[in-house]
DNA sequence: GCACCCATTCTATTGCAGTAGAATATAATG
DNA sequence: CATTATATTCTACTGCAATAGAATGGGTGC
């Protein structure tokens, strides 16, 4: 489950993510709507994402549904971050981004209580 | 200092966090050894780095120094990954790779610490 | 001061993601 | 059915990152 989405199929995916399976015409809707798509453009976008696996359709009225989680495509991605620019370890990234302070108290209170989860 | 390195821009910053200030001729003997490069890519490369200002030149032999740090350049994808895929949000980021298991122990004993430090 | 070699720049090619218009198929309507 | 409208596919264009060959410049030994 290795794929790498780019920037105009994860407009896509994320409509997925969001509403479920949605029919391609809305998936255009949607699209249109949020960041002035024309159709075409859509139904050429949905056609790279099935072609990949990342999602598939249903008939009758064209409905994707979503193959690839959003928690997998952040799982590529941040896997690729990682090996671009932290040496391959996850720990320097969590480390650097704990570095920055530039974390809200509650999400400081939200992590502490996730790491100690752990184990 | 937010300024969007490439890829090819990266493996060129790359060679100057790891061995500092390095004549253009030396940067480009090491990714030609390193992914094979011919010199005038590498040099081609430099230009787009100087003039974007993730670097500067010094005469004579044409040394570069860079004018960002590794960890500007981390922080900068990093936000940008968070933005994409994490709904902006950092700690979803953290919390995800927390979540993912793949680390050792001794990793997550650090990230406690580190975690545990905040405040 | 000339010829040669290497350093550097200039310019061009390629591949691919992103985008959408033209063409076609399918469904709705009278 | 025939006609129109809408859904879907096909094909093409564009911009730009990546890469490098050709052209130029500058230093060095003779």
């Known amino acids: 489950m290795a794929i790498k ?23 255009a809707e949607d699209l249109k709507e949020q960041v002035g798509w024309s ?6 976008v949905i056609k790279k ?10 008939d009758p009225n064209f409905v994707c549904r979503p193959l690839i989680t959003r928690e997998q495509a952040r ?7 990682i090996n671009k620019l932290y040496d391959g370890a ?6 650097s981004i ?15 209580r996730l790491v100690e989860s752990l184990e």
Chains 1, 2 share one sequence.
């Not at 799982?75 to 971050?81: H, S």
């Open 75 to 81: 799982e590529f991605e941040t896997t690729e971050l």
């Open 98 to 112: 704990l570095g920055r302070r530039n974390l809200s108290p509650e999400e400081i209170e939200r992590l502490k």
């Open 90 to 95: 996850a720990d320097q990234l969590v480390a």
């Open 39 to 44: 159709k075409t453009t859509t139904y050429t």
């Open 5 to 27: 989405l780019f920037d105009s199929e994860l407009r896509v995916m994320d409509v997925l993510w969001r509403e479920g399976d949605t029919t391609a015409k809305r998936i």
């Open 49 to 58: 994402c099935l072609d990949k696996g990342a999602i598939e359709r249903r």
